[in-house]
């Protein structure tokens, strides 16, 4: 059924069922492609897709009772398209299913470089990956010793902001909702400072003694109230990249508005939405310069892997609790 647009997704939302896949077989005249799925990708989006409301024109709804499609990586046992053949590694949209005909293979892409975790192509090697590396190096427009802040900094996005920040040599501040995130921060991905925004009473407060002459970017993954203190805080010229507002995706916590829009003028501040999938057309661009960060050990990847399909819903739901510690995965099989 719908999901309310007042409430949080619940596990109770979703359904697992049992079909027999014997029968399963690309549809003769068509160009699809038959995978089997290893790992699927929990991303907040998702949610936006499970609401019966007209949404903005960049996104189209799930139907009720079909089966979710999303982000993952897979195998492929059998094709009729020219780009894939059986045995291929592909990453792209596929389905929260064992096994997936995918109609549209020009949402897959080959993965060729396989010494490195598969489910990565789900992370900092997919769409999250494209988001931190073209959302910070393009839309924040970073110059070395700049005053940076992320928010939901652990997460499949913020903790690769906060790392390329430092690659660059910024000095770097995340938030994120429990002590244990503050710790990893801090302690493997190098932040210079971290905060658990759920203990701090005062927001602003909190990002004057971080922040003690200002912000220059601001990595905005949640938007509310954290936001509303930001703008107390940047910098002349700064910049901020809307990359989601994870507070606003249910209609009841809206009335936690933006009320100090007016510092973007008295700063002349630059805030920028900004949609992933434009960047896709340079993706090979991440791979160039991602790859080599991996295997020299440049950048850490931290990933919550639940196990098997039937713990996919409640892996989801964990996005909207601070429950994930890192980018949330569900491994439906390894090879
Ligand atoms: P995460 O892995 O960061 O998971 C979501 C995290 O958000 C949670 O772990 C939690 O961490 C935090 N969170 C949840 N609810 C709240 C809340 N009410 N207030 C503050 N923090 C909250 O997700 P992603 O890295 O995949 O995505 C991060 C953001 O980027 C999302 O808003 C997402 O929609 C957006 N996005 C946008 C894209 C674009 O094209 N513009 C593409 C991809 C992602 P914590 O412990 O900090 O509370």
Redesign the pocket.
């Known amino acids: 059924d719908h999901i309310e647009f007042t409430r949080h997704p619940k596990q109770s939302d979703f359904v697992v069922r049992t079909e027999n896949t014997i029968h399963l077989e690309v549809p003769k005249g068509s160009n699809g492609v038959l995978v089997k799925n290893l790992y699927l990708s929990c991303?907040?989006?998702m949610y936006i897709l499970m609401k019966d409301i007209k949404g903005p024109d960049i996104f189209s709804s799930y139907s009720p009772g079909s089966v979710i499609t999303g982000y993952g990586v897979a195998k492929v046992l059998d094709s009729r398209h020219s780009n894939f053949k059986k045995g291929d590694l592909v990453c792209g949209i596929t389905g929260w299913e064992e096994y997936s005909i995918v109609t549209k293979p020009e949402d897959l892409f080959k993965i060729d470089h396989t010494d490195i975790p598969l489910s990565y192509y789900t992370g900092i090697l997919g769409?999250?990956g494209v988001?931190a590396y073209f959302?910070f190096h393009e839309v924040c427009a970073p110059k070395k010793g700049e005053y940076v802040f992320v928010?939901?900094?652990?997460?499949?996005?913020?903790q690769l902001v906060g790392q390329f920040a430092k690659l660059m040599g910024c000095y770097v501040v995340g938030?994120?909702?429990?002590q244990e995130?503050v710790e990893l921060l801090k302690n493997n991905f190098g932040f210079d400072a971290a905060f658990n925004?759920?203990e701090e009473h005062d927001l602003d407060a909190a990002l004057k003694r971080c922040f003690p002459e200002g912000i220059d970017i601001y990595f905005d993954?949640?938007g509310?109230k954290?936001l509303d203190a930001v703008l107390l805080n940047m910098r002349n010229h700064g910049r901020i990249a809307l990359?989601?507002?994870?507070?606003q995706y249910n209609v009841l916590?809206r009335p936690e508005g933006v009320t100090n829009l007016m510092n973007l003028l008295y700063k002349r501040v630059r805030m920028e939405?900004?949609?992933?999938?434009d960047y896709y057309p340079f993706y090979s661009k991440l791979l160039e310069s991602v790859l080599p960060y991996i295997r020299e050990g440049k950048i850490v990847y931290v990933e919550d892997v639940a196990e098997g399909l039937e713990s996919g819903p409640s892996a989801f739901v964990g996005?909207?609790?601070?429950?994930?510690v890192?980018?949330?995965v569900v491994a439906i099989a390894h090879d």
């Not at 928010?151 to 913020?158: N, P, Q």
């Not at 990359?243 to 507070?247: V, Y």
């Not at 996005?319 to 994930?324: A, D, K, P, V, Y």
């Open positions: 991303d907040p989006y769409m999250p988001t959302g928010s939901a900094a652990v997460g499949a996005v913020g938030s994120a909702g429990s995130k925004y759920k993954n949640v509310g954290m990359c989601g507002m994870i507070t916590e939405g900004f949609a992933t999938f996005l909207f609790s601070s429950r994930n890192g980018k949330q």
